[in-house]
């Protein structure tokens, strides 16, 4: 009797948070994001690398991320004569109420060029689309020792979890940046 209790406990409980996740609204394809962050790029490729403890103890401690030892994808645009033109990295973090996935472009220094928002959850849809009708304009030329806080009342007038999220994607682009500083401008990683 316990045992079946426990069962029918677990099974209701996975069933209710299965019930909270909500699909992603693809708002815009991967490739077309790489496609137009690397227009004027002749030849593309992608380079995954992941941190090491050394690096990620770094940023903890310049930066107090936390980051992960999972593969980061770098997407490299280059010339004909093979110079680094352009570089751009998908970063997700969920949240309580589901993903925002950010494809951000930056500059061979490491200045972000564009920030696009290229997945959201269903459930978060709807506080992110102004958002992203007014675009992430205010993040190109920022750099690895700029200031990625969004303005107060970033949001347009939006209510207050747009203004939440509008945090997370600075927080996102923030991250791209120091990964592109690690990775690429320290470690080398072309």
Do not use: C
């Not at 069933?15 to 137009?36: C, F, I, N, Q, Y």
């Not at 700029?146 to 970033?154: D, K, L």
């Amino acid at each position: 009797m316990i045992a079946r209790t426990l069962v029918m406990v677990l099974t209701l409980a996975a069933g209710a948070a299965w019930a909270h996740l909500t699909p992603p609204v693809v708002v815009v394809p991967e490739r077309d994001a790489v496609m137009s962050q690397h227009a004027g790029a002749k030849k593309l490729s992608q380079r995954d690398v992941s941190l090491t403890a050394e690096e990620r103890k770094a940023i903890q401690s310049a930066y107090g991320w936390r980051a992960t030892d999972e593969l980061h994808g770098f997407y490299m645009g280059r010339d004909d004569a093979g110079k680094l033109l352009s570089a751009s990295v998908f970063m997700t973090e969920a949240t309580m109420h589901g993903i925002i996935r950010v494809a951000v472009a930056l500059t061979p220094d490491g200045r972000v060029q564009e920030a696009q928002v290229t997945e959201v959850s269903e459930e978060i849809y709807a506080h992110m689309k102004p958002l992203m009708d007014r675009g992430f304009k205010r993040y190109a030329g920022l750099g690895i020792g700029s200031s990625f806080e969004p303005p107060a009342a970033s949001a347009g007038g939006a209510d207050a979890m747009a203004q939440h999220y509008d945090g997370i994607v600075s927080r996102i682009v923030q991250r791209a940046v120091i990964l592109y500083n690690v990775l690429v401008t320290k470690r080398g990683v072309t």
